[in-house]
C-alpha cells in the first residue's frame, strides 16, 4: 500500500526517458502473464521509477505514518528486556529450556522483516456470547507446566492467592476483553490485526472491474411459512423496484449479483464482511500458472501434483559412517553377579547406611531408609508374595509373571522396597503412574498395555488405595480398558516375616526379564519395554564407570523414579555402588523450585540428576537463597540434554550458579530413550580443560537431514550442544530414520542406534515392533548387511561429530514429514515461544503436531491462551507465530488453535498428552477458542486447475460419440399418439369444460375431500358443488371486480378446497389465475413482499382471498412492511351471493393462456411461467395415463398446492380423470404428525404425493415411533407408489431412511420414488404404476466434475449413489445436451437436460417480453445433428441418460434419466464444476453437531455455512474438520466457514436450500453467526 505514495504522476510517466518507459511496459506484460508476483512487480516497479520521483516525495509523512500503522510492533526495548513484572511470575512464565536467546533474536528478526510486507490479515468474527467460561473454569489459574513430558510447573502460594482473587474480581471484566464488542457487527471485531488497510473499496472496485453487474434484485422466497425463518428470509426493503430487464430466468453465470457497488439487494458498499473477503483475497495474490496443454486425468496416482524436489537442495556428501565403539567395560572383580547380589551384600555387611532419603512436601527430610532396612522389607515383601497371597497348592503369582506397581511420586521408599521385592520373588514388576480419575488422558492405553501383560495382580501402599477413586460400595472404580485387578498393600504391618530357613533364590543375571518400563508412542499407544536382569546389571555397570561412581557418594535426584534416568541412577546404580540417594518430588519442586539445590547443599552432594526445567525453575527462584554453594557437584546430569534447547538452559543455569560454585565442566548432558537406555552421557571433565565446542546448523540443511555448518542467516540456526561419547562396551550407528536401516553417511542426520548388553530385549507381546526396533542390522549402500551384530533404534535422530562426540538434534516421535522435508516439534514449539508470548498463551502449554490431509502432514499449533489475553492480542500473536514459523523453519502451519486455560489433557506429571490432543483435535472435541486455517499457504499439492479445451465444436463431439460407439444421450416416454382412449373427456380441449360434464354427468361424485389435524373430513367437493361454487366466484369477478377476460387475478388462500373453486371460477370468467401462498400473519416483514411482489409482476388486477387474509392484507403489521394502499381490488369469497354468470367463458383456441404458475428457484429468481390450455390438458393427460387415474381411485396429496406439479396434482388432475383427492395441507402435520400416515393407512391409499420436507419431518419425528405406530394400527401395505414431489437430484438418503424405518409396518422399499419438473416444465418424470422400478447407479464424483459420467462400483472411494427420477412421462421426449455448444453430447457425460412435450409451458411472463431469453430457454434448437429440427426447452438442470437391463412397457429397453443438479447452482472452481450439494453431504457427516449445511461462492472463494446444534464452544471445532473434508474429498481449500445457528439457512416450501439468499444474508451481514473463520 505505501508504495502507492511513490507513484509518479500519468504525465510524469510520459516525460521518463524511453528505455524506462519500455521496461515499464514489460514489467506490466509479466505481470499480467503471470510471471512475477504483485509483490515482485511493485518492488521492480518502485526500483525503476526511485531516480525519476522527486525526493520531496519520499519524505512524506503521511507514507511514513502509514508505514507505522501497519505495523503495531512491540518496542525494542519491549521486547529485549523482559520487565519485573515476568521476573516474579509465578509457574513457569518463561520457560527456559525453549527460551535460547539467540532464537528470541532470530525470530524478532524474523518478523521484523516480515514488517515490511506485512499481510493484512483478516480477523475472524466471533459472538460475544460465545466461550464464556464457567466461573469455575475463569478461577482456575491453568497449570503452567511445559511441553516435554514430566515438566511441571510451579506456583508460589502467594502469587496463586493474588491470581485467584484477580480472576474472582474480575471475571466479568475479562470476559468483556476478550470477547471484543458485540455481535458480529461490533466495529471491534472487524479491525484488522496490523492496522486498517487504507483504499479497501478502491481494490474492491478493482476486483469488479472486470466482472459484468447485472442488477437483478433479488426476490425474496415466497415460498417460506415456517416463523424460526424470520430471521433468514433476508428482510429487504419493501417497495423494490424491478429493473428493466424483468425478472426472468436467474442469471448467467458470469455475472456477479451481490456486487457490491450498491446491489439491489441493499449491500452497502463497504460491508464488513466484504472487506474482509476482500482482504484474503489480497493475501492470497499468486502469480498465475501458465495453462495446462492436456486434460485433467483423474486417477488417484496423478491427482496430487507432486512437489518436485528443490534442485538446490542440500544432498550429503561423505563417505559412509562407521560405527563408533565407546571404552571397553573395565573388568571389576567385586562386581556382584546380580543386582539382587548387591543389595543382599550391602544388606548384611553396611545394614547402618543410608540407601534413600525421602523428603516432605516442604522439601525437608522426612525418613532415611538403610541398606539393612531395604533388605529386610524386601525380603518380608517377597515372601509374602509367594507364600501368603493364595494356598500352598495354588500360590497367586510364580516366578516370571508381572505384578503392577502403582505408587504415587512422593514416596519413593515404598517404591523402592516393593520393586526390590518383586526381583527377589523373581516376579516381573511393571511401575504405572497412579490412575487419578476413571478417564485419565492415555489411561485406557495403559490398561491394554496391564492387560497385554496378563497383569492381575496391583501393589499399592496403603496411603495411595485410600486416594484412588471408589465405587458407592467401596470398591476401587474399574478404570477404562483396565483388567480386573487384585490390590496388595505393601506397607510393612501388612507383611509376614519369613521363616529363618527361607532365602530367596539369587541366580547370576541372565537373560531373563527384570521389568517392564512402559512407553508412550507418538500415536498414543502404550508399550512395555521388557529388560532383561542381565541388561539391567551391564547397564550400572556402564553408568557406574562412565560416572565414575564411588562408594557412599551422595546423589540428589529430581527424576521420576519409576522410569528412565531416574530408575537407572536413583535406583539401581545407587545399590550397585552403595550410594545415598535424596530424591526430590516433583510435588515438592511445584512449592519450593529450589528445594533440589538447598539439598545438593546441605547433604554436599556430588550428583545431581536434573532435567532443563528444573534448572530453569532454580533460575527463577534462585534470589530467595543466596548462600547455596554448589562446589560439591562433580556431575551435573542433565538428562534432557539431548533436546536442541537445552543448551540454553545449561548456559543460563551455568552463568548465574558459577558464582555458587558450580563447576563449568560438572555440566554433564546425556541422552536417553527407554529401548536403548542411555544412549550417552558426557564424562565429567577435567578442571581447566577446554569446554566441548557447539554446533551451529542450518534449519534449512536439517530439514533435508543434511548437516551444513550455517552460514546464511543467524535467524535459521540451531545451536546444539554434545551429549558426550557412547557408553563404555556400547557401539553406536547411525542409519536412515524411514525405509531399509541403511548405514548414514558422515554428514546426514540419521536414527542413533546402540548395540550393547545394556538396551531393552523387546515390546512385551509385540514380536513384529521388536524385530523393527530391537534387532535391527545396518546395511551399506547397496543393502547388503554390515556386521552381524543386532543393534537397537533408539528412537532420537542425531549425528556423530568430530572426536566422537554425539549430537541429538531431534526425536523420532516429534518428527514432522511435510513435502519430504523434516521438521522437528520442539523447534517449532521454541520458535512459537520466542514471539513475544507472555500476555497470551502459556509458555509451557503448547503442543504441535502433525495430522494427514490430502495426501501430506499437515503442521497443527495447539496452546493454552490465558483468560485475560484479549482477542486482538491472540489474533496478533497467532499471525505473528504463522510468520515467523514460515520464516524460520520455511514451513507453513495449517492450523494454530488456542484451547482455554487448563483444558488440554495433561501426562501424569503435567506435560501435555500430545497423542490425546490430536485425537480430540481430530474428532471435533477440542473446542478451542481461537482458531486460525491457513490451507492456502500450505496446501501446494492440489492438482492444476483444469484448462477448457477450446475448438472442440458440438460436431466432433457427435462424430467422437459415433466413433466410439456410444449413443448420443435421449430418451422418450410413451407415444401419445398410440395410445387409445374411449374417455368422454378426449373430446373436451378445456379444463372448465370437462367440470361442466362432470357437474351434469356425474353431480354427486366427490373430487375433493379436505382433512384437518385430526384427520376429519372438514370440507368435501362434488363434481356439482364444486361447479356451483366456481360460477358464483365468476359472477362476482364479473360485478364486483368489473373483470374482462384476460385479466390476471391473484388468488391468496390457504391450501384447499376454496383454492380450487376460485381457480376454476376464474376459469369460467375468462380470468388468468395466478396461485399465490398466503402470507405468514407471525412473519409479515418476511413473507408479505414475495407476495406484493407477485402482484404487481402478475399485473394483477384483482385478488381473491378469504375474509381473515383480506384483513391481514390491509392490518397495521403490514404496512410495516409493504404499502398497503395500493392493493389491486381485494375481493373476498367467503359469503357469496346465489347468482350465476348468463354464459360461462370459453377460450377461442387452446393455446389461449388458462393460468401463470410463479415460483421462487433455489438460487432466489422469481420466475412465472404461463400455461397454456392445450398444456394443461395434455399435462392432466400424461399424468392419468402414468398413473391410471379413473374415478374409482382415491389418491392422497400432502403438498403446498401452489406451483409445479403440487399445483396441478392439486386442483387440475381430478376434475380430468375423476379420481377423488384427499387433501393434507403439509403444515396441518406440524401440529400431527401421524396425519398423512394414519389418512393412507384409513383410506387404505394406493398413490400417495408429498414433498421432501413432509417426508423429513415424518422420518425424523416418527423415526422413534414406530411402535407408535404399530399400536395405532397403521399398516403402509397399501401403498404402491409413494411419490415425492421435486425439482432436484433426488435425496436418496432421506428416501432409504423413510422406506427402512417404516417397513416395519408394510411399506414397500419398491415404493417410494421421486418425480422430475422444472420451471420450463413441470412434470418431465413420474415413477407411475407400471413399468420398471426407479434404477440407481454409482458415479465416479471426480468424473462428474469433468461433466464426465464414469460408472463404478458400490462402495468405491469418492463414488456418488444416485437414483432414477421416475419414468419419463408420455408424450416427453428428453435430450442431454453440452450448455456451452448446445450439441448433443454421448451417454457417458453430464450435460443439461433438454425436454420437448406438448405440457411445455409457453413462456416466461414478464413486464417487458425478454425474447431473446424466451426463445432461448423454450424454444431452442440444438446446433447439430438434428434434422428434424425439434424445439426444445432447457430445464436448466444437468443430468444424464443411460440405457438399462430393465424393458420398458413398449418392450424396448428402458432409457433411465439421471438428474444430478440445477446448472445455475453450480461452483465453477478451479476449472471444474461442483454441485453444492456433493460438498454439503461432506461436511453435514463431519461432526454430530451439524444440523444443516451449505456452501456457495464468492469471488472465487468457498463459503461454507454449518448449523451448529450443540453447544457454542463446539464452533471452532467445525473449522478444521470443515476444511479438511473438503480438501480431501473434493480438492477444494475453504474459504470461509461461517458457523451460525440452527434455522438460519433458508429453505423454501420444497424443502430446497436457498443458498443464494444465504449469500445475500452473509454479505449484507445479517446472520448473526456464532463464529466466521477466514482461512488465509
Known amino acids: 500500500m505505501a508504495e502507492r505514495g511513490l507513484e509518479p504522476a500519468p504525465a510524469a510517466v510520459a516525460a521518463l526517458p524511453p528505455e524506462v518507459r519500455a521496461q515499464l511496459a514489460e514489467l506490466e506484460l509479466e505481470l499480467s502473464e503471470g510471471d512475477i508476483t504483485q509483490k515482485g512487480y511493485e518492488k521492480k516497479r518502485s526500483k525503476l521509477l526511485s531516480p525519476y520521483i522527486p525526493q520531496t516525495q519520499e519524505a512524506d509523512p503521511a507514507v511514513q505514518k502509514e508505514h507505522r500503522n501497519q505495523t503495531p510492533a512491540p518496542s525494542a526495548a519491549q521486547t529485549s528486556a523482559p520487565s519485573k513484572y515476568h521476573r516474579t511470575r509465578s509457574g513457569g512464565a518463561r520457560d527456559e529450556r525453549y527460551r535460547s536467546d539467540i532464537h528470541t533474536e532470530a525470530v524478532q528478526a524474523a518478523l521484523a522483516k516480515h514488517k515490511e510486507q506485512k499481510m493484512a490479515l483478516p480477523m475472524p468474527t466471533k459472538r460475544r456470547s460465545t466461550f464464556v467460561q464457567s466461573p469455575a473454569d475463569a478461577c482456575t489459574p491453568p497449570d503452567t507446566s511445559s511441553a516435554s513430558e514430566d515438566e511441571g510447573s510451579l506456583r508460589r502460594q502467594a502469587a496463586l492467592s493474588a491470581a485467584l482473587q484477580q480472576s474472582l474480581q474480575n471475571a466479568e471484566s475479562w470476559i468483556n476483553r476478550s470477547i471484543q464488542g458485540s455481535s458480529t457487527s461490533s466495529s471491534a471485531s472487524s479491525t484488522l490485526s496490523h492496522g486498517e488497510v487504507k483504499g479497501t473499496s478502491g481494490s474492491l472496485a478493482d476486483v469488479f472491474a472486470n466482472t459484468r453487474i447485472e442488477n437483478f434484485s433479488a426476490p425474496p422466497d415466497v415460498t417460506t411459512t415456517t416463523s424460526s425463518s424470520s430471521s433468514s428470509s433476508s428482510i429487504r426493503p419493501a417497495n423494490i423496484d424491478l429493473p428493466a430487464s424483468g425478472i426472468v430466468k436467474g442469471m448467467h453465470k458470469g455475472s456477479n449479483r451481490s456486487s457490491l457497488m450498491d446491489t439491489a439487494d441493499g449491500v452497502p458498499v463497504n460491508s464488513r464482511v466484504s472487506t474482509k473477503i476482500q482482504q484474503l483475497l489480497n493475501t492470497l495474490k499468486r502469480p498465475k500458472r501458465p495453462p495446462l496443454k492436456e486434460f485433467f486425468v483423474d486417477d488417484s496416482e496423478e491427482i496430487v501434483e507432486v512437489p518436485q524436489p528443490d534442485p538446490n537442495q542440500p544432498k550429503p556428501e561423505g563417505r559412509q559412517m562407521t560405527p563408533v565403539k565407546g571404552e571397553p567395560l573395565g573388568v571389576i572383580c567385586n562386581w556382584p553377579p546380580a543386582l539382587e547380589s548387591a543389595l543382599q551384600r550391602w544388606g548384611t555387611t553396611q545394614a547402618k547406611c543410608p540407601c534413600l532419603t525421602a523428603l516432605d512436601v516442604t522439601g525437608k527430610p522426612v525418613y532415611t531408609l538403610t541398606y539393612g532396612k531395604l533388605w529386610s522389607r524386601s525380603l518380608k515383601l517377597a515372601y509374602t508374595l509367594l507364600n501368603k497371597l493364595g494356598t500352598k497348592n495354588e500360590p497367586v503369582l510364580k516366578s516370571g509373571d508381572r505384578v503392577a506397581l502403582v505408587y504415587p511420586n512422593n514416596d519413593p521408599v515404598m517404591f523402592m522396597v516393593a520393586f526390590y521385592g518383586c526381583l527377589l520373588a523373581e516376579v516381573i514388576p511393571v511401575p504405572i503412574e497412579v490412575p487419578l480419575t476413571r478417564k485419565d488422558a492415555g489411561g485406557q492405553q495403559i490398561g491394554f498395555l496391564l492387560g497385554s501383560c496378563g497383569v492381575a495382580l496391583a501393589l499399592t501402599s496403603e496411603v495411595c488405595l485410600k486416594g484412588l477413586p471408589k465405587t458407592q460400595n467401596g470398591e476401587i472404580v474399574q478404570f477404562k480398558g483396565w483388567p480386573r485387578l487384585k490390590w496388595v498393600v505393601t506397607d510393612s504391618k501388612y507383611l509376614s516375616k519369613p521363616p529363618k530357613d527361607w532365602q530367596p533364590h539369587i541366580s547370576p543375571a541372565g537373560t531373563e526379564p527384570a521389568y517392564i518400563e512402559y512407553k508412550t508412542s507418538k500415536e498414543g499407544s502404550v508399550m512395555g519395554v521388557t529388560v532383561s536382569r542381565l541388561a539391567m546389571l551391564s547397564h550400572c555397570q556402564a553408568l557406574s564407570q562412565a560416572c565414575n561412581y564411588s562408594e557412599g557418594e551422595t546423589v540428589v535426584n529430581v527424576l521420576d523414579f519409576k522410569k528412565d534416568a531416574g530408575l537407572w541412577h536413583g535406583m539401581f546404580a545407587n545399590v550397585m555402588n552403595k550410594m545415598h540417594t535424596i530424591s526430590v518430588p516433583y510435588s515438592v519442586m511445584k512449592t519450593c523450585p529450589l528445594s533440589w539445590v538447598q539439598r545438593v547443599h546441605a547433604h554436599k552432594a556430588k550428583v545431581a540428576l536434573v532435567k532443563c526445567r528444573d534448572l530453569h ?40 550458579f558459577q558464582s555458587h560454585g558450580l563447576k563449568p565442566e560438572a555440566i554433564c548432558p546425556c541422552a536417553t530413550s527407554a529401548e536403548a537406555m542411555t544412549v550417552a552421557i558426557r564424562r565429567p571433565g577435567v578442571p581447566g580443560a577446554p569446554l566441548p565446542g557447539r554446533a551451529i546448523l542450518s ?245 492444476k486447475p483444469r484448462q477448457k479445451q477450446p475448438g472442440v465444436g458440438p460436431a466432433s463431439v457427435m462424430v467422437g460419440n459415433l466413433v466410439a460407439g456410444k449413443r448420443i444421450a435421449q430418451a422418450a416416454g410413451r407415444d401419445l399418439g398410440q395410445i387409445e382412449e374411449n374417455d368422454l373427456v378426449r373430446k373436451h380441449q378445456f379444463l372448465a369444460e370437462i367440470l361442466q360434464w362432470r357437474a351434469q354427468a356425474t353431480p354427486d361424485h366427490v373430487l375433493f375431500m379436505l382433512l384437518n389435524a385430526k384427520g376429519t373430513a372438514v370440507c368435501t367437493a362434488s363434481c356439482l358443488h364444486l361447479h356451483k361454487r366456481a360460477e358464483r366466484i365468476a359472477s362476482v369477478l364479473g360485478d364486483k371486480g368489473h373483470l374482462n377476460a384476460g385479466d390476471n387475478v391473484v388468488l391468496l388462500y390457504p391450501p384447499g378446497i376454496e383454492l380450487i373453486a376460485a381457480f376454476y371460477g376464474c376459469l369460467y370468467a375468462g380470468c388468468i389465475p395466478v396461485t399465490v401462498r398466503p402470507p405468514h400473519a407471525q412473519n409479515l416483514t418476511a413473507t408479505l413482499p414475495t407476495v406484493r411482489m407477485i402482484v404487481d409482476v402478475s399485473k394483477a388486477v384483482c385478488i381473491l382471498t378469504t375474509q381473515t387474509l383480506m384483513r391481514l392484507l390491509r392490518s397495521r403489521e403490514a404496512a410495516a412492511a409493504v404499502d398497503v394502499k395500493t392493493w389491486p381490488t381485494i375481493i373476498d369469497t367467503d359469503d357469496l351471493p346465489r347468482k350465476r354468470l348468463p354464459q360461462l367463458y370459453k ?111 415424518c422420518t425424523k419425528g416418527l423415526g422413534n415411533q414406530v411402535e407408535v405406530l404399530k399400536t395405532r394400527g397403521i399398516n403402509l401395505s397399501c401403498i404402491r407408489t409413494c411419490v415425492v414431489v421435486a425439482e432436484e437430484r433426488p435425496r436418496i438418503a432421506l428416501q432409504l431412511s423413510f422406506s427402512k424405518l417404516f417397513k416395519d409396518i408394510g411399506l414397500s422399499p419398491r415404493a417410494v420414488s421421486t418425480t422430475f419438473g422444472s420451471r420450463v416444465n413441470v412434470a418431465i418424470c413420474l415413477q407411475g404404476t407400471s413399468g420398471p422400478d426407479p434404477t440407481t447407479v454409482y458415479v465416479d464424483l471426480k468424473s462428474l466434475r469433468h461433466d464426465r459420467v464414469r460408472l463404478v462400483e458400490r462402495g468405491a472411494p469418492q463414488s456418488l449413489l444416485l437414483s432414477e427420477s421416475g419414468k419419463i412421462l408420455p408424450g416427453v421426449k428428453v435430450v442431454i445436451v453440452n450448455p456451452e455448444t448446445k450439441g448433443p453430447v454421448g451417454d457417458s457425460h453430464l450435460g443439461e437436460i433438454w425436454v420437448n412435450s406438448p405440457h411445455t409451458a409457453s413462456g416466461y411472463y414478464t413486464i417487458y417480453d425478454s425474447e431473446t431469453l424466451q426463445a432461448d430457454h423454450f424454444n431452442t434448437r440444438l446446433s447439430f445433428g438434428d434434422a428434424a429440427q425439434t424445439l426444445w426447452a432447457r430445464t436448466g438442470y444437468l443430468g444424464f441418460v443411460r440405457r438399462t437391463e430393465l424393458t420398458a412397457a413398449t418392450g424396448e429397453r428402458h432409457d433411465a434419466l439421471y438428474v444430478v443438479g440445477a446448472l445455475d447452482e453450480t461452483l465453477e472452481l478451479r476449472g471444474l464444476r461442483y454441485h453444492p450439494i456433493d460438498i454439503e453431504t461432506s461436511v453435514s457427516r463431519i461432526h454430530r453437531s451439524i444440523a444443516e449445511c451449505a456452501v456457495f461462492t464468492w469471488t472465487n472463494l468457498l463459503v461454507v455455512v454449518v448449523e451448529l446444534c450443540g453447544s457454542e464452544q463446539e464452533a471452532l471445532d467445525l473449522v478444521p474438520l470443515v476444511t479438511n473434508v473438503v480438501l480431501e474429498e473434493h480438492y477444494l481449500i475453504v474459504g470461509v466457514v ?21 449469500r445475500d444474508s452473509f454479505l449484507a451481514d445479517q446472520l448473526d453467526p456464532i463464529y466466521v473463520a477466514y482461512n488465509m
Open 1147 to 1257: 377460450p377461442p383456441t387452446p393455446e389461449m393462456l388458462a393460468y401463470l404458475d410463479f415460483s421462487v428457484s433455489t438460487t432466489g429468481m422469481l420466475t412465472g411461467v404461463k400455461m397454456s390450455h392445450s398444456a394443461v390438458n395434455a399435462l392432466c393427460r400424461a399424468i392419468k395415463l402414468q398413473c391410471e387415474l379413473y374415478s374409482s381411485r382415491q389418491i392422497a396429496i400432502c403438498l403446498d398446492p401452489y406451483c409445479g406439479l403440487g399445483f396441478a396434482l392439486w386442483c387440475l388432475c381430478s376434475v380430468y380423470s375423476g379420481h377423488q383427492s384427499i387433501l393434507i395441507p403439509p403444515m396441518e402435520l406440524e401440529n400431527n404428525l401421524f396425519l398423512w400416515l394414519s389418512t393412507v393407512n384409513q383410506y387404505k391409499i394406493r398413490d400417495t404425493f408429498c414433498s421432501y420436507s413432509v417426508m423429513e419431518l
Open 699 to 943: 534449519m534449512n540443511g536439517l530439514s533435508y537431514g543434511v548437516i551444513r555448518v550455517n552460514t546464511e542467516d543467524k535467524n535459521s540456526a540451531l545451536t546444539v550442544q554434545d551429549v558426550g561419547h557412547v557408553m563404555p562396551g556400547g557401539m553406536m550407528c547411525i542409519v536412515r530414520p524411514d525405509g531399509p536401516p541403511q548405514l548414514c553417511k558422515t554428514d546426514e542426520i540419521g536414527e542413533i542406534c546402540v548395540s550393547s548388553r545394556t538396551g531393552g530385549m523387546m515390546y512385551f507381546g509385540l514380536a513384529g515392533v521388536t524385530k523393527s526396533t530391537f534387532e535391527v542390522i545396518p546395511v551399506n549402500s547397496t543393502g547388503s548387511p554390515v556386521g552381524d551384530v543386532p543393534f537397537i533404534r533408539s528412537g532420537l535422530l542425531g549425528f556423530v561429530g568430530p572426536g566422537s562426540l554425539v549430537f541429538v538434534v531431534g526425536k523420532m516421535d516429534g518428527l514432522l514429514m511435510v513435502s519430504g522435508r523434516r521438521h522437528n516439534a520442539d523447534d517449532i514449539v521454541a520458535t512459537g515461544l520466542a514471539v513475544e508470548s507472555i500476555k497470551t498463551v502459556y509458555r509451557g502449554r503448547i503442543a504441535v503436531f502433525s495430522v494427514s490431509v490430502f495426501y501430506d502432514e499437515r503442521i497443527v499449533v495447539v496452546a493454552e491462551q490465558r483468560p485475560d489475553a484479549s482477542e486482538e492480542d491472540s489474533f496478533q500473536w497467532m499471525s505473528r507465530v504463522l510468520q515467523a514459523i514460515d520464516s524460520i523453519h520455511q514451513v507453513g502451519v495449517y492450523c494454530l488453535a488456542l484451547v482455554p486455560a487448563n483444558t488440554l489433557p495433561k501426562t501424569p506429571l503435567g506435560g501435555i498428552h500430545i497423542s490425546q490432543t490430536k485425537q480430540l483435535f481430530l474428532e471435533g472435541s477440542l473446542h478451542p477458542c481461537n482458531i486460525l486455517m491457513c490451507p492456502h499457504t500450505c496446501v501446494t499439492n492440489l492438482p
Open 1538 to 1558: 461461517v458457523v451460525v445457528d440452527p434455522g438460519v439457512i433458508p429453505i423454501n416450501s420444497r424443502g430446497e436450500k436457498q443458498r443464494m439468499h444465504l
Open 617 to 656: 525453575w532454580a533460575m527463577m527462584a534462585h534470589r530467595d537463597q543466596r548462600d547455596v554453594s554448589l562446589s560439591s557437584l562433580r556431575m551435573l546430569i542433565v538428562t534432557d540434554g539431548a533436546n536442541p534447547w537445552s543448551v540454553s538452559s545449561c548456559d543460563a543455569f551455568l552463568s548465574l
